[in-house]
């Protein structure tokens, strides 16, 4: 006797065909996480944490897997029985098997790249390496054998693919054609619903006070479109709040304000300044010089800091250089999600540029790649720069995939400064650096050292620096201009907690040996006290909305930093760290839990919590507006 195949048995082919993708899916991320422990196992160990860690992933990986499946079963229910018997489609249904697969292992692979580079899962850094594809795209292709990792990535797909398709094929060849139309949309409609719960009823787990092992657990495909749809964030929604009045009186207060401006709800204050000298300023944002590492890879910055006003527990505010930008542009503390500069309706506002503005200075932002890329000439074009990247470089010397190298990008600067000297203007030029980023290239007849490793481009940029500085000491205007060096954030801000503080150091000096005379200064700080300390030092009086405070005015009471992630915010002092999480939760640590009090804990909790919060309400508020800063006090 022969028995009918039940209606359902191409159902059952379809379900069993997801069921095969979300194996796969499994596979790939669990092989993955053994990848992790096998080449970083300096911060991933194997121990009895693995299997926990890796149960926790598997339950991120559920989650993940069903958003995974959006595209999948659209195309394999909406198609009738008898084209998936057909041969179009199983050649249809091979390929939906076959593109799913390549993706999950590409993904895997770009997942063990982002993790050396940034010891983490995706995060908003992937993101922008999926919108600016020029730049991103040429660094992969001249950092790695390109070639060779696609071969790869292609070759483990096919031949998951293969193995899939051979079960897969032999329960569509006894499969019965019968399913109707509307009962395949409806387990479309219940698959969505399902998807959409767990969108909103699922977060990743958490299981570990060792950062690294949290990353482990994450997924990487829900950890990149979690960045994505969470690239900025409303503080009051999601962090601790408290009292507005409080809140501007406690920062009002810590900066010295009440005394110098009666609008109570926001930071404008008058700076009354010294005797005003008219000196031109050149600020070098330097691409990932940290102050802890290579140090042995900058001697010249070292001999350079000796004779400078030399600031050395400056903190960067983040871990991305548009973060840098903000801070040492806007003395504004970060504000969770993306920084200031990447965002809209962020001209006209009140920076570091705006005295020297008003005083008729010449204005340039000086980049060696293209000042597209994060939105940064759209952002210093609105603060009143004149924009020179690379479209617009007179010097061409050397290029890779971040444009051109630092010795272009100061010949830029020298060139442009003898024009202002020679029109009688005085400047205020920033600089942004590259060569010390991946893919770590530059000139080969500049330095004899190995291309494409990191030491070899800090001892680059260290040396590009000193040639500069040679160059610009036969200037007529050497004399009279400041120089401020200063990192964007360092080359790599790691630790097992989710915001290692100790790491954020850059170096941070300035540099003017008719003006300026050499000292170290150890009082912790931030890039935020860039600006006000800079405008100390040229002498200007001048409205101030900055959040930042000069350095040379510290005292160890004072003194404070703020550091920061995409979404967690941390402030610091010389006995507490906190950092705030957009769950209205944070956590604080005691660096001496002898001196620890409730009192000074408390003090110090809402200072950290008023700050941010007021950062947040100024901006949203557009009190950082020029026209809205010079309105409150003329």
């Given at each position: 006797?022969v ?8 159902l ?18 669990i092989v ?42 659209f ?15 199983k ?5 939906i ?7 999950f ?5 770009a ?11 995706f ?6 390496y ?14 790695y ?15 998951l693919?293969?193995i899939?398709w ?15 139309f ?92 010294q ?7 050149v ?11 290579y ?9 350079l ?25 806007l ?5 969770p999600?993306?920084?200031i ?6 001209a ?5 540029a ?10 340039n ?11 940064m000439?759209s ?52 600089i ?6 991946r ?6 007849n ?8 990191r ?28 120089f ?28 003017s040996p008719?003006?300026i ?5 150890s ?18 009086a ?17 003194a ?18 906190l ?44 009190m950082y ?10």
């Amino acid at each position: 006797m022969v028995l009918s195949p039940s209606r359902s048995s191409m159902l059952s082919y379809r379900f069993s065909f997801l069921c095969v993708l979300a194996f796969i899916f499994f596979f790939i991320n669990i092989v993955t996480r053994l990848a992790f422990q096998y080449f970083f196992p300096d911060v991933l160990p194997f121990s009895f944490a693995t299997a926990a860690q890796l149960f926790y992933g598997l339950i991120n990986d559920f989650f993940t897997v069903l958003f995974a499946l959006i595209v999948p079963v659209f195309l394999l229910f909406l198609p009738g029985d008898k084209f998936l018997k057909s041969i179009v489609g199983k050649i249809y249904s091979w390929c939906i098997l076959f593109v799913f697969s390549l993706i999950f292992v590409f993904t895997a692979f770009a997942e063990y790249f982002f993790w050396d580079e940034f010891a983490c899962r995706f995060n908003f850094i992937a993101i922008d390496y999926l919108i600016y594809t020029t730049e991103v795209i040429q660094n992969i292709v001249e950092s790695y054998p390109l070639f060779w990792l696609f071969m790869a990535v292609f070759a483990f797909a096919l031949i998951l693919s293969a193995i899939a398709w051979q079960g897969l094929t032999k329960k569509l060849e006894t499969a019965a054609c019968g399913t109707r139309f509307f009962g395949r949309f409806a387990q479309i409609l219940c698959f969505y619903l399902i998807v959409a719960g767990s969108y909103y009823g699922f977060s990743p787990l958490n299981h570990s006070e060792n950062r690294y092992w949290n990353e482990y657990a994450k997924n990487g495909v829900y950890s990149l479109f979690s960045a994505y749809l969470h690239n900025q964030l409303n503080y009051r929604r999601f962090y601790e709040t408290m009292d507005t009045e409080l809140a501007f009186k406690l920062v009002r207060d810590d900066l010295n304000i009440a005394a110098v401006s009666p609008v109570p709800q926001n930071t404008v204050r008058k700076i009354a300044g010294q005797e005003e000298k008219k000196l031109n300023v050149v600020v070098v944002i330097i691409e990932s010089l940290g102050y802890i590492k290579y140090q042995n890879e900058r001697p010249f910055l070292n001999s350079l800091a000796e004779k400078s006003l030399n600031f050395t527990n400056m903190k960067s505010t983040g871990t991305r250089t548009v973060r840098g930008l903000e801070a040492i542009m806007l003395s504004i503390p970060p504000t969770p999600g993306n920084s200031i500069v990447r965002r809209n309706d962020n001209a006209d506002l009140y920076s570091l540029a705006t005295p020297f503005k008003d005083r008729g200075y010449d204005l340039n932002f000086i980049y060696g790649g293209i000042g597209f890329f994060d939105n940064m000439n759209s952002f210093f074009e609105g603060i009143g720069f004149q924009i020179v990247d690379q479209l617009s470089f007179k010097n061409d010397t050397f290029s890779n995939a971040w444009g051109q190298c630092d010795g272009d990008s100061y010949a830029e600067s020298l060139r442009l400064a003898d024009e202002s000297y020679a029109e009688g203007n005085p400047f205020l030029h920033v600089i942004l650096t590259t060569s010390n980023h991946r893919p770590f290239t530059f000139p080969e007849n500049e330095l004899d050292l190995p291309q494409g490793i990191r030491t070899s481009a800090v001892r680059y940029t260290d040396y590009a620096i000193e040639k500069f500085m040679e160059q610009a000491s036969q200037r007529a205007w050497y004399e009279d201009t400041v120089f401020v060096f200063v990192g964007d954030h360092p080359s790599s801000i790691a630790g097992k907690t989710e915001v290692p503080y100790e790491t954020y150091g850059v170096v941070s000096m300035m540099y003017s040996p008719k003006h300026i005379a050499p000292k170290n200064i150890s009082l912790l700080c931030s890039q935020i006290d860039i600006a006000p300390t800079l405008l100390d030092v040229v002498g200007f009086a001048y409205t101030s909305p900055f959040f930042g405070k000069d350095i040379l005015k510290l005292d160890q009471k004072s003194a404070r930093t703020f550091v920061s992630t995409y979404q967690l915010l941390g402030y610091e002092d010389e006995q507490y760290f906190l950092v705030l999480d957009p769950s209205k939760k944070y956590t604080l640590t005691a660096k001496d839990p002898k001196k620890d009090t409730p009192e000074k804990r408390n003090e110090f909790i809402h200072k950290a919590i008023a700050y941010y919060q007021v950062a947040y309400d100024v901006y949203k508020d557009k009190m950082y507006k020029e026209e809205n800063v010079k309105t409150v006090m003329p």
